[in-house]
């Protein structure tokens, strides 16, 4: 057995959904392990980023500087889900 992962697709992302794993030979299955951890895509918003640094351009404009948070652990690190919204209050 090389692989130790696999990608579930088309769930849905407002369940909550735990894994357990078996393993197999020739003399049968052994016991499930433990249960994983939930995890509800829905629910992975970003993380909040450290607090911005104002900067003065002229005398009546600013720049707000910002870096992103890391990445919050479990959320899936694809194209297909960046930061795609920024605001600023």
Known sequence: L???C???KS?????????RVRLGNQSGW????????????A??????PAAPILEAVDSTSLRVHFTLPP????T????S?????IAIF
């Open 76 to 79: 899936p690190a694809s194209p």
């Open 30 to 41: 052994g016991p499930d392990s433990p249960s994983s951890k939930g995890l509800q895509l």
């Open 43 to 48: 629910a992975l918003t970003p993380i909040a």
């Open 6 to 8: 696999c990608v579930v």
């Open 71 to 74: 990445v919050r652990p479990g």
């Open 81 to 85: 889900s960046p930061i795609s919204a």
């Open 2 to 4: 090389e692989t130790t």
């Open 11 to 19: 769930i849905d992302p407002q369940v909550t959904y735990v894994a």
